[in-house]
């Protein structure tokens, strides 16, 4: 199924064409970051799907293994758009905040609980993951 999403100005759409029946939330530093928020909400898709289009920032990060995270946002409005690592291998990270029709995709893992805010409570029959290989 194809999605299409927005950035909160609407300048920058994010098109793959890719099915998801599951999402990730992430619990970490880095995405607590870069949503604003205590976690983010997250697919993996292929590169070769994936079609970004507006004003797009990027910012490198080192993660303490050495391996560079690039994340895309909007150059107008900040939305966090996507993540690129050679952690992904072909795919990249794609926050879901950006695609209403998320909103009735099941979050089935959790990423980095061991850093979960403790007034967010587990996902209901999500797997809790404590950290992530980097």
């Given at each position: 199924m194809p999605h299409k999403g927005r950035c909160l100005c609407g300048q920058t759409t994010i098109e793959f064409a890719s099915t998801h029946t599951e999402q990730t939330v992430c619990h970490c530093t880095d995405c607590r970051e870069t949503s604003g928020s205590a976690?983010?909400?997250n697919v993996l898709a292929l590169k070769k799907d994936v079609k970004i289009?507006?004003?797009v920032k990027e910012y490198n990060s080192k993660l303490p293994s050495r391996n560079t995270v690039t994340?895309?946002?909007?150059s107008n409005c900040g939305s966090a758009i996507s993540q690129?690592?050679?952690l992904f291998d072909d795919?990249?990270?794609i926050q879901t905040g950006n695609f209403s029709d998320f909103?009735?995709?099941?979050?089935?893992?959790?990423?980095?609980?061991?850093d979960r805010w403790t007034g967010v409570a587990p996902v209901a029959?999500?797997?809790?993951?404590?950290?992530?290989?980097e």
């Open positions: 976690f983010s909400i289009t507006g004003p994340r895309l946002f909007c690129l690592s050679t795919a990249q990270v909103a009735n995709v099941p979050i089935t893992t959790e990423l980095f609980v061991k029959g999500a797997a809790q993951v404590q950290g992530m290989s």
